[in-house]
C-alpha cells in the first residue's frame, strides 16, 4: 500500500528557532500534498495544499510567512515552522495523494511530527 | 457551512459486543464520506469510504458503515468488538465541489473493556 512518512517524528526547540518537518512518499508519486495541524483532543485542520512545483495553497487564518511550504518533489514536501512560539507546540500530520484529483484517489496519511516548543 | 459533527466524545464498549459510533454530516450535494482510526501518536489509518452505490460499505478490520441520505448519517460499525479496536476515530467528508479539502469531526474515543 501506498506509504507516506515523516521526519522527524518528535523535536523540541527553542522559542525563536525555525523547525523544519519532512513528509515523504515512499512508493509512489504524489502530485498533491496536504499538511494537517491537530490540537490536543481536537480535530484535524487543514493547513494548506501544495502541488509538486507550485506554491501552496493555504487556508485562511493560516498565516503563509510563519508556516512555509515546499513542494520541490513528488516524493517531498516540507514544512518549516519559522520563529517558532509555544502556541505553535502541535502535533502536524501530512498526506499525499498521487494521480489527479477524483473519488478514488484518496490521501494517504503520515504518522505524524509533534512539535514542543519551549 | 459544511460541517461534520460526531456527538459522542467517547464510546465504551464490552469486548465481543457491537459498537456504533456515530457521525452527522452537513454538505451540500452528495459528498465522499471516510472514516479514518488514529492510535496515540499516530497518523491517520483509513478505515472505509463512501463514494456511490451500495449504503453499506465495508472496511478494514471488519468495520462497516451505513450511508443514510436522508438522516444525513455515516455511522461506524462493528459487529464484535477487540480490545484492540481501542482507538480515536474520525469521521470525515470531501466535498465534490472543492479540491480535496477534508472536513473532519472533533473524533470519537472508543474504549473497548475486556
Known amino acids: 500500500g501506498a506509504v507516506v512518512s515523516q521526519h522527524p517524528s518528535w523535536v523540541i526547540c527553542k522559542s525563536g528557532t525555525s523547525v523544519k518537518i519532512e513528509c515523504r512518499s515512499l512508493?509512489?508519486?504524489?502530485?498533491?500534498m496536504f499538511w494537517y495541524r491537530q490540537f490536543p483532543k481536537q480535530s484535524l485542520m487543514l493547513m494548506a495544499t501544495?502541488?509538486?512545483?507550485?506554491?501552496?495553497?493555504?487556508e485562511q487564518g493560516v498565516e503563509k510567512d510563519k508556516f512555509l511550504i515546499n513542494h520541490a518533489s513528488l516524493t517531498l514536501s516540507t514544512l518549516t515552522v519559522t520563529s517558532a512560539h509555544p502556541e505553535d507546540s502541535s502535533f502536524y500530520i501530512c498526506?499525499?495523494?498521487?494521480?489527479?484529483?477524483?473519488?478514488?484517489?484518496?490521501?494517504?496519511f503520515g504518522p505524524g511530527t509533534r512539535l514542543t516548543v519551549l | 457551512a459544511q460541517s461534520v459533527a460526531q456527538p459522542e466524545d467517547q464510546v465504551n464498549v464490552a469486548e465481543g459486543n457491537p459498537l456504533t459510533v456515530k457521525c452527522t454530516y452537513s454538505v451540500s450535494g452528495n459528498p465522499y464520506l471516510f472514516w479514518y482510526v488514529q492510535y496515540p501518536n499516530r497518523g491517520l489509518q483509513f478505515l472505509l469510504k463512501?463514494?456511490?452505490?451500495?449504503?453499506l460499505v465495508k472496511g478494514s478490520y471488519g468495520f462497516e458503515a451505513e450511508f443514510n441520505k436522508s438522516q444525513t448519517s455515516f455511522h461506524l460499525k462493528k459487529p464484535s468488538a477487540l480490545v484492540s479496536d481501542s482507538a480515536l476515530y474520525f469521521c470525515a467528508v470531501r466535498d465534490r465541489r472543492d479540491t480535496d479539502k477534508l472536513i473532519f469531526g472533533t473524533g470519537t474515543r472508543l474504549q473497548v473493556f475486556p
Open positions: 498526506s499525499a495523494r498521487t494521480g489527479l484529483l477524483g473519488p478514488y484517489n484518496e490521501q494517504f
Open positions: 501544495s502541488n509538486e512545483g507550485s506554491k501552496a495553497t493555504y
Open positions: 512508493d509512489f508519486q504524489a502530485t498533491t
Open positions: 463512501y463514494i456511490t452505490g451500495d449504503n
